[in-house]
């Protein structure tokens, strides 16, 4: 088994530690607050003095800022960081180059599960920089998730994960819009459920309402068939979701947001394209 070192014992850093110790690797941890590595060395990690101590450094922080915090001044010669902290991908570009002038390698990565995913069936990580490098600490990291690659470019990584999370975020709190809309009528949200999951299924799915591809297929295109169901008919039916939270007292400034995305499209001439024709509004702010 081989050794690695886990920096930043935050919910998700001190899963992969645990996570890691139990697939039988050698653990080194560091954490700004000592006191959080006490759990893990009772079970076997070993507490490092200073985090850049070890040859694989797995970054599990609150961004790229506590890397550069945690590292400060020290060499990092024929090391390599893989960190898995959120940031914008701009900010994981430079972090290459600084690891770099350090004379270490960076891997970028953004890991798909909350805590209780890692090291599940399931799990995945997006992962950019060097495949070579990252090949050859793979079967390490497999500890963690499944390892995805998706280029060289170090901003890849965040960008897979941000798209990941755009949608996350943004169906979510629709869902829970709904949940709020249907409970100022008295139903409960578990009456809602199993229709809620088909259409969290229904859009992932070839069906009639799988959007997930048929809006892949019209972008990539840059055609949006709308005979059927035009953007135009689908801004009046979301004005009158709109209208239907204010009536029920409702804070609506997520579907207001949308009403104006989809208003602007519709005056800008599109209104008789599809929903897909959204993207191009997104597209020039
Ligand atoms: N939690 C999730 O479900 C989840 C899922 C996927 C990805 N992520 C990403 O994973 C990363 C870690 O998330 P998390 O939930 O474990 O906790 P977090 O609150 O994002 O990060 C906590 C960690 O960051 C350290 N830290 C903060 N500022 C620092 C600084 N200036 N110098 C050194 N260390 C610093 C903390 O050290 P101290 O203990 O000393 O404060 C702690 O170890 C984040 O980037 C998050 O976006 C989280």
Do not use: C
């Not at 793979?138 to 170090?154: K, M, P």
């Not at 999951?197 to 068939?225: H, N």
């Amino acid at each position: 088994m081989s050794e690695v070192t886990v920096i930043g014992l935050g919910p998700m850093g001190m899963t992969m530690a645990e996570t890691f110790l139990a697939a039988g690797h050698d653990v080194t941890v560091w954490n700004r607050t000592a006191s959080k590595a006490d759990e893990l060395v009772a079970k076997g990690a070993k507490q490092a003095d200073t985090a850049a101590t070890g040859e694989l450094l797995v970054v599990s922080q609150i961004s790229y800022q506590a890397m550069y915090d945690s590292f400060d001044d020290a060499r990092l010669d024929g090391k390599v960081v893989v960190n898995l902290s959120s940031d914008s991908p701009q900010v994981l570009r430079e972090a290459a180059e600084w690891v770099a002038a350090r004379g270490g390698t960076l891997i970028t990565g953004g890991i798909m599960v909350p805590p209780p995913g890692i090291g599940r069936p399931g799990a995945y990580t997006f992962y950019s920089g060097p495949k070579a490098v990252l090949d050859r600490y793979a079967a390490t990291l497999e500890a963690l998730s499944d390892v995805t690659y998706v280029g060289h470019d170090h901003g890849l990584a965040m960008l897979y994960y941000q798209a990941q999370l755009l949608i996350f975020w943004s169906s979510t709190t629709s869902y829970m819009h709904a949940l709020a809309l249907l409970g100022t009528a008295g139903v409960a949200p578990a009456e809602f459920l199993p229709f809620a999951r088909d259409m969290f299924t229904g859009l992932g799915s070839d069906g009639p309402m799988g959007f997930a591809k048929i809006l892949a297929e019209e972008t990539a295109a840059g055609v949006y068939p709308g005979e059927l169901n035009s953007l135009h008919m689908q801004a009046e039916g979301l004005g009158h979701a709109v209208a239907a939270l204010e009536a029920a007292g409702l804070e609506t400034t997520v579907p207001q947001a949308l009403r104006r995305l989809f208003r602007r499209a519709d005056a800008e001439g599109r209104g008789q394209e599809g929903l897909g024709t959204v993207i191009e509004s997104i597209r020039k702010p």
